[in-house]
């Protein structure tokens, strides 16, 4: 099985650039211009931004961003594979997850939307089969708050110099994913570091 579709997780405009909620564009983003994709191009048709590269076997990888907003994600990328026949075990999403710390990375195969308007979106619409690559932006600073506040907001400079940091690895997790399928990705990026793991990562 090979995977046929990326999709970046985020809201259209100015406004939402550089917030929490918008890390599955950039991480997108990143990858298309490290992979040299063809120019992003807008389809009316899904609502959607679309690019694409080429997987080392030759077939196309579709790179797609949701020009809808995040809660009417799951509208744009069912066109999506509807139109080009891509089943959702083929399909990687990524996106941002309170319930990491900012910048930690964890690939998943099932899972409910966790209070992620956009992934609750998705799940009501394509079957629960699709990987999921989420990026930690961390919890509200307190109970309080209001959870779209948060997501919303953007990174303040030290979370956003430690998701700067952290780009290459995702981008790593990605290349795994496609080059060596879920199940061994997961073996190495969910794996716990062990002592001497943290001890050389200080070095």
């Known amino acids: 099985m090979s995977y046929r579709l990326i999709v970046g997780l985020g809201n259209p405009g100015k406004e939402y650039e550089a917030t929490r909620h918008n890390v599955g564009f950039l991480v997108v983003?990143?990858?298309?211009?490290?992979?040299?994709?063809?120019?992003?191009?807008?389809?009316?048709?899904?609502?959607?931004?679309?690019?694409?590269?080429?997987?080392?076997?030759?077939?196309?990888?579709h790179l797609l961003k949701p020009t809808t907003y995040m809660n009417d994600s799951g509208s744009c990328i069912q066109k999506v594979c509807s139109y080009y026949k891509i089943p959702p075990e083929e399909m990687i999403i990524v996106f941002d997850e309170i319930n990491l710390a900012v910048a930690e990375v964890k690939i998943s195969l099932r899972g409910s939307a966790g209070g992620h308007n956009g992934m609750d979106d998705i799940l009501k619409r394509i079957h629960p089969s699709f990987t999921r690559l989420r990026i930690g932006v961390g919890q509200k600073p307190h109970k309080e708050m209001d959870l779209a506040d948060f997501v919303l907001g953007k990174f303040s400079p030290e979370d956003q110099n430690l998701i700067n940091a952290s780009m290459d690895h995702y981008l790593d997790c990605l290349q795994r994913l496609i080059r060596d399928g879920s199940e061994k990705a997961m073996m190495h990026i969910n794996r716990k570091p062990k002592n001497n793991d943290r001890d050389q990562s200080q070095l």
Request: charged share 35%; aromatic share 10%; no cysteine.
């Open 29 to 61: 983003d990143q990858f298309a211009a490290k992979q040299r994709a063809e120019e992003w191009k807008t389809n009316r048709n899904f609502k959607g931004d679309l690019s694409q590269i080429i997987h080392p076997n030759g077939e196309k990888i």
